[in-house]
Nanobody, 118 residues
Framework: QVQLVESGGGLVQAGGSLRLSCAAS????????MGWYRQAPGKQRELVAT???????NYADSVKGRFTISRDNAKNTLFLQMNSLKPEDTAVYYC????????????WGQGTQVTVSS
């Protein structure tokens, strides 16, 4: 059993910053790719950023230059530093991870709410 637990969400004014964390625990041999996704009310879930185990990153155009994804492989933890936040960044943010144990599978967190006021 694997758990991904996000934290760090909250209410912030436009232009502010937040740092999200996602801690993976349970039956884990290794974690390949990890990522952050978000879902705004009435919209589909969308990719925010991904990072490989080696640290190669990919970002949605809407967050490039404002968000930074990083990870601590030793602690099985994923981060998302969000700067210059905009009201359109308001969403529930989810982390996911490709877990290696007896097989390979993708696990998702329960989500953390980020609200940016104008």
């Amino acid at each position: 059993q694997v758990q991904l637990v996000e934290s760090g969400g909250g209410l912030v004014q436009a232009g502010g910053s937040l740092r999200l964390s996602c801690a993976a625990s349970g039956s884990i041999s290794s974690i390949n790719g990890m990522g952050w996704y978000r879902q705004a009310p009435g919209k589909q879930r969308e990719l925010v950023a991904t990072i490989t185990r080696a640290g190669r990153t990919n970002y949605a155009d809407s967050v490039k230059g404002r968000f930074t994804i990083s990870r601590d492989n030793a602690k099985n933890t994923l981060f998302l530093q969000m700067n210059s936040l905009k009201p359109e960044d308001t969403a529930v943010y989810y982390c996911n991870a490709e877990i290696l144990y007896s097989s390979t599978f993708v696990s998702w967190g329960q989500g953390t709410q980020v609200t940016v006021s104008s």
